[in-house]
């Protein structure tokens, strides 16, 4: 893939505020229409790394498991909004992402549980 294909994002980016995250795709959109790969990189005056976040490519069933479900990462994120919730950082603006967050998830399982029910979970049938 040539680096003209990388998408850099920018949506998480708080005009104003501190900001030390970069994410770009490493890969171009797949038969679905979606890239699978995510770079993060970070730099600060101490340390820099970077996370890899790869999404599953295809069917299990056809392709196996070779990556994390959107359902996967959106529970690490409600899991980590309920902890600060329960913590000294509870707020409503908290309180509201964290009751999207799972709206967001409910709607994909729904998705799922529809799929099962039209026999086509698992493939590339629609």
Known sequence: MSSAD????????????????????LDGP???GAHHVYML????????????IRF???PIAE?????????????VLIH???????GPFACRENALAL???????????KRTHDRIARNVEGTHAK
């Open 6 to 25: 990388r998408v850099v994002l920018t949506d998480h980016i708080v005009p104003g505020a501190a900001h030390n995250v970069t994410v770009q795709t």
């Open 30 to 32: 797949g038969s679905g």
């Open 41 to 52: 990189q970070w730099e600060d005056a101490h340390t820099g790394g970077s996370a890899i």
């Open 56 to 58: 599953q490519n295809g």
């Open 63 to 75: 392709a196996g498991a070779n990556g994390v479900s959107g359902e996967a990462l959106m529970s």
């Open 80 to 86: 980590r909004l309920r902890c600060f919730q329960a």
């Open 99 to 109: 009751t999207n967050l799972e709206q967001s998830l409910m709607w994909l399982q």
